[in-house]
C-alpha cells in the first residue's frame, strides 16, 4: 500500500514560469513533510518541509503548500531554472517514539522534472 | 567535505557472497538512518539508530540483514548470502534531531550476480 503517492512521473515547464509538483498521502499520522530533489548518482537533496499543522512554507524560490484535508501538497517553484531539472521526491515523517527528530521518512515515486530553456 | 559518505560507491558481487557497507555521518549528527532504493521507486526506510542504540527496524529487514553502530559514529550495513533482489542503491542518512530533515549521502550502489 503506497502511502505517499506522486502520479506524475514526468514534467517539462519552460525556463521563467512555475513548476507545481503534486503529491498525496493517506497516512493521518505523518506530522512534517518533506521534498527532496535527486541528481544521478547522487544521494537526495533536503529543499523544503512543512509540519503538518501548517499550510504553508516558502523559501526563497520554494513554496510548499499543505491541504490537509485533501490529504495532498505541492510544491511550487518560481521562477523555474534548467539547474531545477532532477528528480523530486516527497517524503512524508512519522515519529519513531516520542522524542522530536527521531523520523522515519515515507517517500513518494518521485516526479522527473525538465525546465526547458 | 562535510557531508555523509558512504563506501564503497559501488559494489558487484555474486549470490551468496556477503557484503559489508559503510556510512559516516556528519559528525555532530547522532541519528543515522538507512534506506534502500530501488528502480523506479523512491528510498525505502530500513532501519535506524540514536547514537549507538538501534531503536527501529522495518519488516524489509530480513534475519540476513544486520546493521551496527558501535560507538554512535559511523555505521555498517551488512548483507549474509545475498541474493539477486538484494541489487540495489543503499542510502544512509544523518540527523542532528532538532529538525526533521535528513541529509543524504551518495549511496552504494550494489549488485548481485
Known amino acids: 500500500d503506497q502511502q505517499v503517492k506522486q502520479n506524475s512521473p514526468s514534467l517539462s515547464v519552460q525556463e521563467g514560469r512555475i513548476s507545481i509538483l503534486n503529491c498525496d498521502y493517506t497516512n493521518s499520522m505523518f506530522d512534517y513533510f518533506l521534498w527532496y530533489k535527486k541528481y544521478p548518482a547522487e544521494g537526495p537533496t533536503f529543499l523544503i518541509s512543512i509540519s503538518s499543522i501548517k499550510d504553508k512554507n516558502e523559501d526563497g524560490r520554494f513554496t510548499v503548500f499543505l491541504n490537509k484535508s485533501a490529504k495532498h501538497l505541492s510544491l511550487h517553484i518560481v521562477p523555474s531554472q534548467p539547474g531545477d531539472s532532477a528528480v523530486y521526491f516527497c517524503?512524508?515523517?512519522?515519529?519513531?517514539?516520542?522524542?522530536?527528530?527521531?523520523?522515519?521518512?515515507?517517500f513518494g515515486t518521485g516526479t522527473r522534472l525538465t525546465i526547458i530553456p | 567535505d562535510t557531508g555523509v559518505s558512504q563506501n564503497p560507491r559501488h559494489k558487484i558481487t555474486k549470490r551468496g557472497q556477503n557484503v559489508t557497507f559503510r556510512c559516516d555521518p556528519i559528525?555532530?549528527?547522532?541519528?543515522l538512518y538507512w534506506y534502500r532504493q530501488t528502480l523506479g521507486q523512491g528510498p525505502e526506510f530500513l532501519t535506524y539508530?540514536?547514537?549507538?542504540?538501534?531503536?527501529?527496524k522495518s519488516r524489509l529487514l530480513s534475519d540476513r540483514f544486520s546493521a551496527e553502530r558501535p560507538k554512535g559514529s559511523f555505521s555498517t550495513l551488512e548483507i549474509q548470502r545475498t541474493e539477486q533482489g538484494d541489487s540495489a542503491m543503499y542510502l544512509c542518512a544523518s540527523s542532528p534531531g532538532s529538525s526533521v530533515s535528513q541529509f543524504f549521502g551518495p549511496g552504494t550502489r550494489l549488485t548481485v550476480l
Open positions: 517524503a512524508a515523517s512519522e515519529r519513531i517514539g516520542t522524542n522530536f527528530g527521531n523520523e522515519k521518512l515515507t
Open positions: 539508530f540514536q547514537n549507538e542504540a538501534q531503536l527501529e
Open positions: 559528525s555532530e549528527h547522532n541519528r
